[in-house]
DNA sequence: ACATTTACATGATGACAATCATATTTAAAT
DNA sequence: ATTTAAATATGATTGTCATCATGTAAATGT
């Protein structure tokens, strides 16, 4: 059944809203296309008229959800605070994907390669901008060296099995970067 | 045809070496049992006299790759300088398992999981050795949030087709690691 | 209203992978 | 030497998945 322009443009909205979360949830191999499309709502079939593959679903999920990606208006500590917190560890499917998926988009095609590289230019700038010396050569190596910390550590806490050791490098993460920066 | 004793543990090293690389370069999905097989000179069948399950295999690698994973005789800033080199990043089969499997063992069994960790006890332990400070609380701090930040760097420049940013991210994560250790 | 387009559903198709069953060959044990 | 046990090979088996072919019904344009 056809539906409307207005529904198909939601349709479309929903599909990519839910990849998201299911692709930061459970990595990209491990969600099928069907799994997608049921969760939004439909069935198998009509994927291919929204998406030409699912590495064109990848890509533009990839697009979609490092676009929203941003740290509200809080100060830079704020946000490294609630990046660097148990919370944030333990919901990888509404947390952030450059966490949740960076890694894998090494095994994707070039267009998600490219959507990487575009939100990562965007986030760096964000951070660059909420530094205290914004604009300074400092703040740059700042923004990237701290980010590349939260990341990670982001990354190896989800890793492993032993709560202590994670809380712990989330903590001592937090704390280096509150050290080093401004 | 059965082999001789040594052989069989022979074959089994020859196993997890090949393993090891193959995860790294295409991550733990994208390589089948019989690829690494056949990597390691054999044929499907007898994988499963050596490991009970793919699972297993993956536990097991890392186990064995991470216990080999280690910093030579240089100083920490040398370790530093080349793992946030574009050699290391260009070549993950033979690069450091944790940049290459860590944000993958998220989706794998808990004994992997438990591997990880007892691999990031040891290389933060590595580091925190390997500081002029060490034994300081200021040590284990940036024993970590240096750690992580090499970890995040090389996952984040391995996920972006822009050369000139990848680099940047490399190179800044280095200057920031140094300016702020020791 | 009618014709046409099109969004989605249903149901193949073909490929590939993990695991297992059985056969073969040879190292060890006696 | 002969027997036995084990390591690997060969060849199912079973399930899953991406993609495609075709059907259907509703929305849009005339």
Known sequence: MKVSREQMAENRRRILDVASRLFKDKGFDAVSVAEVMKAAGMTHGGFYGHFTSKDDLVAQTLAHALAADSFGDGEFSGFVRSYLAPRHRDNPGSGCPTAGLAAAIRH?????????????????????HALPDQGSADARRAAIGSWAAMVGAVILARSIDDPELSNEVLEQTRAWIDANVG
């Open 108 to 128: 994707q095609t070039p267009a998600a390669k490219a959507a990487m590289a575009e939100g990562l230019r965007t986030q760096i700038a964000r951070i660059e």
